[in-house]
């Protein structure tokens, strides 16, 4: 991440140093370049004047033209053609082509009235190539009577281009240095927050005990993300100390069945004379303890495996109704035996996606419950409702209620509210547990109200369409 901050920064400062520079250069040698071309114009235009005034071009020699010409040529280190109206060289400073006739673009065009002015890619030269004219103020009034030509090497001002180059390239260079060293400082800033984030992360990793505190940086960013890491631990505590809960409780209540058989096997194994009936009475109890012990292992076995396989739901359009009263008729001879009233009351027929076995174990739990915490001769009531998202089922007791405080504690795993009754009714304290987690599974939910020797209310709510609620959960 460094690397790439130092690169980014770079390129930001770099790119605008480098066509700052492109442009300077640019500029400088417009520049130049424009001034010796000026200077050669005006200068040829001067000449040219003192041509046509001393009748030079018809042979009438003039020593002062003569030395001008020879001068100016020498001044920008090139040289000065003159022709005549024949396009004849009747002077030229370098002395190379006197005599000669020169038919060439320029020329021709320059006795047409046209001045040009160029860079001859060819000879390296700056060349101004203009009509002599006599006779009239504007060239286009007079006479053409020939042309001049200047031809004026560049070399000094590609130097000085040179040297231009080489100045702004050492000042362009301790630029980029100086940007490098901002860019390094800057990143480097920027990523010793994460970085010092991250060792801290590795440290807390290895041994958190919940008391490490992580410092966040001074980047709202960095904070942010330490934040996260501190919920992520917190959860990770919980979770690891509800295991440990778990696991504790687990043992216990796995022991309790253990040691009454032990108690009983060992009392029956040292009395030397027991008498058949004692057996029998030991042996009943022990069978007892089995059947309590083989409910928690199921019951535990059904916990985990809604853990394991929360996601994978069979669901298909089960009749509700059908269901409820399915449940309600297998629990009835438990209901009768204590003169209990079983009711069932349907609002409207429901048809939902759901799972039928895991709801089977919701219902019948919930039931199971009204009835085993209920009063010998009370009362059980069903009922089933629904609206267009979710269907609505209330279980009703008239029994023991729970207390407000432990209203909400009664879904936690192993939780009775009255251990001695919840274990002479057979209870685990996983029922609810298991129940919570299947409503969870279906994105419904469940609650509890309850009036302590009047009764309990659980009501469950379960969306009718699973795979819409999943959509819309995902959207969300
Ligand atoms: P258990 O196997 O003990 O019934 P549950 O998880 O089903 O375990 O219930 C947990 C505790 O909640 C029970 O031990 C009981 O104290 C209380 N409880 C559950 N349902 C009712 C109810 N309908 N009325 C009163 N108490 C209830």
């Not at 400062?13 to 400088?28: A, C, D, F, I, T």
């Not at 180059?165 to 860019?183: E, K, N, T």
């Not at 729970?402 to 504690?409: K, R």
Request: charged share 25%.
């Amino acid at each position: 991440m460094r690397v790439h901050l130092v690169c980014i920064l770079l390129i930001i400062g770099l790119v605008p140093l480098y066509v700052g520079m492109q442009v300077m250069k640019n500029r400088h040698w417009k520049m130049a370049y424009e001034n010796r071309l000026n200077e050669m114009e005006e200068q040829g235009a001067g000449l040219a004047d003192k041509v046509a005034q001393s009748g030079y071009l018809q042979q009438q020699f003039q020593q002062e033209v003569a030395a001008g010409l020879q001068a100016y040529a020498e001044l920008i280190s090139g040289r000065i053609v003159l022709l005549n109206q024949g396009l004849v060289v009747v002077k030229d400073t370098s002395g190379r082509q006197e005599g000669k006739t020169m038919i060439s673009r320029e020329p021709i065009y320059a006795m047409k009235g046209e001045k040009q002015i160029y860079y001859n890619d060819e000879t390296g030269m700056a060349e101004v190539v203009m009509p002599i004219v006599v006779g009239a103020h504007a060239e286009s009034d007079g006479q053409i009577i020939g042309v001049i030509i200047l031809e004026g090497s560049l070399s000094d001002v590609i130097e000085s281009q040179k040297a231009f180059q080489g100045s702004i390239a050492i000042v362009c260079s301790c630029m980029a240095m100086i940007l490098l060293v901002i860019a390094l400082v800057v990143a480097g800033g920027m990523t010793k927050s994460l970085r010092t984030l991250s060792g801290r992360i590795e440290e807390v990793t290895e041994s958190y005990d919940g008391t490490q505190v992580i410092d966040s940086g001074s980047y709202y960013e960095v904070e942010q993300i330490t934040d996260a890491f501190k919920r992520l631990m917190e959860r990770v505590e919980a979770t690891e100390k509800s295991r440990q809960e778990f696991v504790s409780n687990v043992s216990h209540e796995l022991k309790t069945p253990l040691t009454a058989i032990k108690v009983l096997s060992d009392s029956l194994i040292l009395e030397p004379d027991v008498p058949i009936e004692m057996y029998r009475e030991f042996i009943t109890d022990i069978n007892g303890e089995i059947d309590r012990e083989a409910k928690i292992v199921n019951d535990l076995l059904s916990l985990v495996k809604l853990d394991k396989t929360s996601g994978e739901l069979h669901i298909e359009e089960i009749n509700i109704n059908n269901l409820l009263e399915t449940i309600m008729k297998r629990l009835k001879p438990l209901a009768l035996k204590r003169g209990i009233e079983m009711v069932f009351e349907s609002y409207r027929s429901v048809l939902a996606e759901v799972d039928e076995v895991k709801l089977s174990l919701v219902f019948s739990n919930l039931i199971e419950n009204a009835i085993k915490y209920n009063r010998d001769g009370g009362k059980v009531m069903v009922s089933l409702n629904a609206d267009h998202r979710f269907f609505y089922v209330k279980i009703e007791d008239t029994g023991i209620g729970i207390p407000e405080e432990e209203q909400a504690l009664v879904f936690d795993r192993f939780y009775r509210v009255d251990k001695a009754r919840s274990r002479e009714t057979g209870g685990t304290g996983l029922g609810l547990s298991i129940t919570k987690s299947a409503v969870q599974m279906h994105r419904g939910s469940i609650k509890v109200q309850s009036i302590p020797g009047v009764g309990s209310i659980f009501t469950v709510r379960i969306p009718l369409s699973f795979v819409m609620t999943v959509q819309e959960g995902g959207r969300r």
